[in-house]
Structure formats: structure tokens, C-alpha cells
């Protein structure tokens, strides 16, 4: 049976993994503002100077994201409602976190948390940077292993 539910989410940096159960991204940074190199004053003072609440999931929020997204951490996160069900992987730069990106696919479909069939949506937020969606008619994840055996790189599940 698959692990997941409307709130599965994750932060990934390298080989590291962190399992969000209720809570939101942003939420988990500002409890946890070291772990992503940044303190609890700089998170407070980027609010602040977009006039937002403390942990409200606007601009300030996306700035944050962003900026933490240069340091290697990769947000991933399941939606499943009126839009259809998918994952979605935000990082700074496909191309840069690619292993990253596969490793962490590996870990969640020998989980059982990903299939092979999953729809995904891949977003760099680098201008320029590489965005890649399969559905599930297009063969999901499935397709994104694909396209990287047919691009030679070295690790393909």
C-alpha cells in the first residue's frame, strides 16, 4: 500500500531527507532556520519588509524558498485535488540538482511513496532554467528516467 496523503511533502538537500507530515514548508523553516543556513531574524526581517504575518504563504514566503533553493534544498511536495494529482519538485537548477532530484525519486519509490506512473512537475526557478511536466498518459516518472537514460547519464533506475 502507498504512503502518502494530500499533506506528503519533503525538503532534500543532497543525500538528506526531510519528511514534512502537517506541516507546511515555510512552517518547517521557521522552526527550524539554521538547518537552512538562515536565522530567525532574517526570516522575521524578510516578512516584514513585504508587510506579511509571520509564516503566511505569500511573497515573502517565495523569497525565502528561493533563497534557500541557492543553497542546494529542493522542495517536493504532493497535490492531489481540483487540479489533478501530482508531484511537484522546486529546486534553483534542474540541471545543477539532478542527483539530488533522482536520489530522492529512488528513495520514495522504494518507499512506496512515488510510483512509476506518478505524474510530476519539475520547476527551476533559475531564469532560463530547465521545467519538465509528464502526466500519467505521458508516462510520469517513468518518462523522466527515461529522458535521462536517453541523455547517457550514469544512474537510471
Known sequence: MRRISKDTAFWVKGNKIIEL????HIGYIIKNPKLFGLTKEEIVNTYKSFNEPLG???DAREEII??????GWIRIRYYSGHGGEYWSIQCDNYRRREESIFSFIDYAIDKNIMA?????SIISYDVGGVSLSYSFGEGGISKLYENRKKKGSKKCK
Open 21 to 24: 507530515f502537517v506541516e507546511n
Open 116 to 120: 512509476f506512473h506518478d505524474p510530476v
Open 56 to 58: 503566511l504563504e505569500g
Open 66 to 71: 528561493k533563497g534557500i533553493a541557492k543553497d
